[in-house]
Every structure is written in C-alpha cells, then in structure tokens.
C-alpha cells in the first residue's frame, strides 16, 4: 500500500474529526474515535487516558532498534465556526480552526500505513495530545507516567500546518522554533463611588492606563534579537455599565513572549514590579497571577537536519525559516526532554489564517505530512 492509496480515507477520517470538534479538556468522543480508527492498525499497543484524553499508539518491529514518536493534538478552540460546508462542527461555539483535525488525519495515515509496510527494525509511537490549546496537555501526559511505558524515547517530532506559506512546503529550523509564552492577568480592587464624587473612591482607571504603558515600555519587538519581547493586552474590564457610579474593581489581561525562557523570567519580574508599583500609588489592592504557559520548542540540530533531509528526499520545497514562528506551541516540554523538532507544513498562500473563524485545514497537503512522517521514521529507527 502507498500513501496515495490512502489519501480518499484520510479526507474522510479528517472531516469527520472537524464535525465532532471539543475543546481542551473535552476530547472524550475524539479521543475514542482515535482509538477505534487505530484499532484497524493492527498497532502492538495502545495506551488511553493519558493526561486526560491522551492516546497512544505503539508499532514495534520485534527487532532491536531506535525509538522514534510522531506526536498531534486532539483539541479543538472556543470559535464558532462560520462555514457551511457539509463537515462543519456540530458543536456549537467550538470548532477546528488550528488544523489539529487535519494533524490527527495524518497520523492516522501514518498508522494505516504502518499497519501495511512494517518497519524491519525499532518502533514507532504515535502520540495524540489533549489540551494544546490551553498549555496544559504536554504537562499532562508527561505528569501521568503513561508515557514510561513506550520505553525510551530516542526522536521526537511534531508538524504544524503554516496558512499563508507554499503549499507543501516544509519549514524548519534548528534552535528556537516557536517562543516561550505566558499569559498575565492584573485585578485591581479599589473603591466604588458616586460618579459625582469621585473623590469619595478609589477608581482604578487611571491606574490601568499606566498599567498598560507601563509593559508596553519593557517590549524589545526586533525579532532578530535573542531579547525579543513582546506584551500584547488581550482583555480590560473597568467597573460596571451604570452611569451614576464611578468604578471600584478593574481588570487586565496580557500575554507575553520571548525567545529565550530566562529573558521571559526576568520579564515577569520586571512586570510584575512595576504593575505593583503602580498599583500601590493609586492605593489600590492588587492581584496577579501568571498561567497558561508554552514553553519555547527548540529543534534538536540533528534533527532538524533529519526534516530538511526528508524534505529534499521526498522532492518537496524546503526553506530554513530566519526566525522562529510567533505563535505558541505545547510542543516545547518534549523537546525539553527529548531529542526533536517540529516542522512547519505550508497550507497555501491565499487561505484564511488560523484561529479566524471560516479557516479549514486543506485536505490535500496530508499526502505531504503523511510522506515526511514516513521518510523520519525509516531514517530514525
């Protein structure tokens, strides 16, 4: 059986998989149709209820040799989708806008092609992820143990599909390939008063507006520098919607990245002194928290090299990126621990981008996801 031999299924698998989209946490009816589309493979094992909703699924040749895990995600995002096509979500307000439907197809094809070319040597597992979306999923699965019973892990890689890039083209690079990114959120608890006398509470408008010069002051945007920081507002709540009373409790929301996790440590301190700063002139009380955190993936050098190999192999395009994507990944804790990459696969040029609400995952870039996967196992094994 070849990979094109496949393709028809793997659309069907993939559209499916958008029609029953879950968010984060959810992925209960994913996870099981995963599990059963599996069991057709004929795999030497499958794990479940890894950190949540996680899978598994490992094929082993019998025979001495290398490790190497091919890992996506389960997860859907909170968007209401806005396309009418006949694979639409049937949630309502949650749909597949990050392509990880199309992920899952791909390592389905990977495992429907496992199950007819068996490897000569080593084994293979493919990881299916909960939680991406939220930064909580890699920890997770790492957290449970489960992962200790593939045995030890010698590659690791992942693909993200890249709207707006070459169709089929792969992108890569050693060292940092999506940053490190943490979500801030500020609650400032004043005093409530007649919008009269304004003078009688402690409003923490103004407070808010330094708040957010105050961190917009601390950005380096250059990405070419390895001290890039970037400080977006995400969210604001001042008060309440009456006209006679001027507000006692606001509420700000950032997030934040670098490429380097030690210049976002001190990011975070310089953050959060000056919001405390601030928030203490005013005489404000004031809560904050970090969370929601992606540590930053960072390409193992011989793997990386493995994808443009593979690229090349395979006769498609390959660019080495000058800089890493902006976008957070929760992909990065297994490059923590395991030799790795994540590799860019382009969508097409003049196709919504992602997380916007009409965007698809294209079906006919799998055949090249599918095909590179390969190519690293029989080179990684």
């Known amino acids: 059986m070849t990979i094109k031999d496949i393709l028809q299924e793997i659309k069907r698998i993939r559209q499916h998989l958008h029609r029953i989209a879950e968010k984060s946490g959810d992925e209960a009816q994913t996870a099981a149709y995963v599990v059963e589309e599996l069991k057709k493979c004929e795999p030497t094992l499958i794990l479940t209820a890894i950190g949540g909703h996680g899978v598994a699924a490992q094929f ?13 995600e389960l997860d859907a995002l909170p968007i209401q989708e806005v396309n009418t096509f006949t694979h639409k979500s049937k949630t309502d307000g949650v749909s597949h806008k990050c392509g990880h439907d199309g992920h899952m197809s791909i390592l389905l094809g990977v495992a429907k092609y496992l199950n007819q070319n068996h490897q000569k040597k080593g084994k ?95 950005q380096q ?12 507002p ?41 919001v405390k700063e601030i928030a203490s002139a005013h005489k404000l009380r004031c809560e904050t928290r970090f969370f929601e955190e992606f540590y930053s993936v960072n390409n193992n050098a011989d793997c990386a090299a493995d994808v443009e190999n593979a690229a090349k ?59 590179m996967f390969v190519d690293l196992i029989e080179r990684g094994v």
Request: proline letters at 5%; a negative charge.
């Open 60 to 72: 082993s040749s019998g025979t001495a040799g290398r490790h190497v895990v091919i890992r996506c």
């Open 124 to 218: 293979v597992s493919l990881l299916f992820q909960p939680a991406e979306e939220n930064g909580l999923g890699a920890k997770a699965m790492i957290s449970s143990g489960k992962l200790n019973e593939l045995g030890p892990i010698d590659k690791f890689y992942s693909l993200h599909n890249l709207p707006g890039h070459e169709k089929d083209r792969i992108y890569c690079r050693a060292g940092v390939f999506t940053p490190h990114v943490i979500s801030y959120d500020v609650r400032l608890f004043g005093k409530e008063s007649h919008a009269a006398e304004p003078e009688n509470g402690i409003n923490p408008a103004l407070a808010m507006a330094e708040i957010t010069q105050a961190l917009s002051n601390l």
């Open 221 to 232: 945007t250059d990405k070419q520098k390895k001290e890039y920081k970037l400080i977006v």
């Open 234 to 274: 995400v969210f604001s709540k001042l008060g309440q919607l009456w006209y006679g009373i001027s507000a006692g409790y606001g509420e700000l929301g950032f997030t934040m990245r670098t490429w380097d996790t030690g210049v976002l440590r001190a990011l975070q301190a310089q953050v959060e002194s000056a």
């Open 313 to 371: 192999k395979l006769g498609l395009k390959f660019e080495a990126m000058k800089n890493p994507v902006s976008w957070g990944e929760d992909f990065g804790l297994f490059t923590d621990l395991y030799p790795g990459a994540m590799f860019g696969l382009g969508s097409g040029m003049n196709i919504p981008a992602l997380h916007n609400p009409d965007y698809d995952f294209p079906d006919d870039i799998a055949g090249a996801g599918i095909a």
